[in-house]
């Protein structure tokens, strides 16, 4: 059978591969600085788990493959230019933008986006890096080393982020996962939980337009897009083609979990509609180091990546799936007393959303 390579080895490559392993497909990530060249066959099938890469002679062998699906997307959505002209091409709701070229001023900004911008490097930036906001209060000025480098967008005032995950298969089908509120604390996801009866009728606009990018694209595979809610509107902050940390939920929560989605669609799997088990809590575990006692909690599925623990990194999530009572709060108790004292806001607010 043929397989599926993926560009990138880390924690979304492997839980690709994890997902997979029920379809029997074969997958394998693919570390992108390795000197050991994929041995890629004519009917095997090539994905990323990055926005974007360097050349090495690895991701050269893996891009020139015919089956490396999507590959034009990629470009054209890690660069925060042309991921916002494509936004405006096809009408979707995204905040106002403006290119930083070598003459815009400052007051410019002000004038044209409002009191409040937020420059935004073009590509590379993630997890809230390669930001730099801009205040007419301060008079902050447009330092040199982001000119012809960045974007620059109107702060919004949104009353919450969000996120919608959605799959595309080569004919066309589409199906999506429910809205998911989402907690970024210092640009980071934190915490993230689905479905909310609140946010139902949100849901047929978010895919609406996250359908009108999946089609306008022709794209094969899962897509994530990043809202803010502001009243009843939702706005587009940005997109992933890739499977997303918005969506790790869908491992417990969902009968076809967004990873195991994203494979069938690449490898021609039929797609199934996936239907949400119950509430769902996702906890991102950010630079704290691996506690066995996580696996000891009621209801908890902690996930741990085997990485080594640095201040902020991902390295792990918990989710809980709540079976309709209470033990979904007394669950996240028992997990914000063995967290470090930062996550007390996180888990209060993730009870909050949930009540
Ligand atoms: P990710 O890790 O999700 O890829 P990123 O580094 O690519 O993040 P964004 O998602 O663009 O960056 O921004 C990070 C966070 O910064 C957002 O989740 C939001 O909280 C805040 N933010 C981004 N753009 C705006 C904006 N225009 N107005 C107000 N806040 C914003
Ligand atoms: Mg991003
Ligand atoms: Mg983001």
């Known amino acids: 059978m043929?397989?599926?390579?993926?560009?990138?080895?880390?924690?979304?490559?492997?839980?690709?591969?994890?997902?997979?392993m029920p379809l029997s497909v074969e997958v394998i990530p693919v570390d992108i600085d390795s000197e050991q060249l994929p041995d890629l066959q004519a009917d095997d099938v090539v994905t990323a788990e990055r926005e974007q890469w360097p050349t090495t002679p690895v991701t050269e062998k893996l891009a020139k493959h015919p089956n490396f699906i999507n590959l034009d997307v990629f470009g054209r959505l890690a660069d925060r230019l042309t991921q916002k002209q494509l936004l405006d091409d096809l009408g979707l709701a995204t905040?106002?933008?403006?290119?930083?070229?070598?003459?815009?001023a400052a007051e410019q900004v002000y004038a044209e986006l409002g009191e409040r911008a937020l420059m935004k490097r073009r590509t590379g930036g993630y997890d809230g890096r390669g930001q730099f906001w801009l205040k007419q209060s301060e008079n902050t000025q447009i330092p040199d080393d982001w000119r012809n480098e960045a974007i620059v967008e109107q702060g919004i005032n949104f009353d919450?982020?969000?996120?919608?995950?959605?799959?595309?298969?080569?004919?066309?089908?589409?199906?999506?996962?429910?809205?998911?509120?989402?907690?970024?604390?210092?640009?980071?996801?934190?915490?993230?939980?689905?479905p909310l009866a609140r946010l139902d009728k949100l849901q047929p606009k978010a895919e609406a337009m996250l359908g009108k990018l999946l089609d306008g694209l022709d794209y094969v595979g899962v897509m994530?897009?990043?809202?803010?809610?502001?009243?009843?509107?939702?706005?587009?902050?940005?997109?992933?083609?890739?499977?997303?940390?918005?969506?790790?939920?869908?491992?417990?929560g969902a009968s076809v979990s967004q990873f195991e989605s994203h494979i069938r669609a690449v490898a021609?799997?039929?797609?199934?509609?996936?239907?949400?088990?119950?509430?769902?809590?996702?906890?991102?575990?950010?630079?704290?180091?691996?506690?066995?006692?996580?696996?000891?909690?009621?209801?908890?599925?902690?996930?741990?990546?085997g990485k080594e623990v640095r201040e902020g990194r991902k390295v792990g999530h918990i989710t809980f799936t709540h079976s309709g009572d209470k033990k979904l709060i007394q669950g996240l108790d028992e997990l914000k007393a063995l967290l470090p004292e930062r996550y007390e806001e996180v888990i209060d607010w993730v009870e909050t959303a949930v009540q």
């Open 224 to 252: 994530a897009m990043e809202c803010f809610r502001v009243g009843d509107e939702l706005i587009v902050n940005e997109l992933a083609p890739r499977v997303h940390n918005t969506a790790h939920w869908t491992q417990a």
């Open 268 to 305: 021609g799997v039929p797609l199934a509609k996936p239907q949400v088990k119950g509430l769902n809590v996702m906890i991102n575990l950010l630079g704290t180091p691996h506690d066995e006692r996580w696996w000891a909690i009621s209801g908890a599925e902690p996930y741990w990546y």
């Open 2 to 20: 043929s397989k599926v390579w993926v560009l990138g080895h880390g924690q979304l490559g492997a839980m690709l591969q994890h997902a997979a």
């Open 160 to 194: 919450e982020e969000m996120a919608i995950v959605g799959v595309r298969d080569r004919e066309g089908k589409k199906f999506f996962y429910p809205l998911t509120l989402t907690l970024q604390l210092n640009g980071v996801l934190t915490a993230s939980v689905a």
């Open 95 to 104: 905040s106002p933008w403006k290119l930083v070229d070598d003459t815009l």
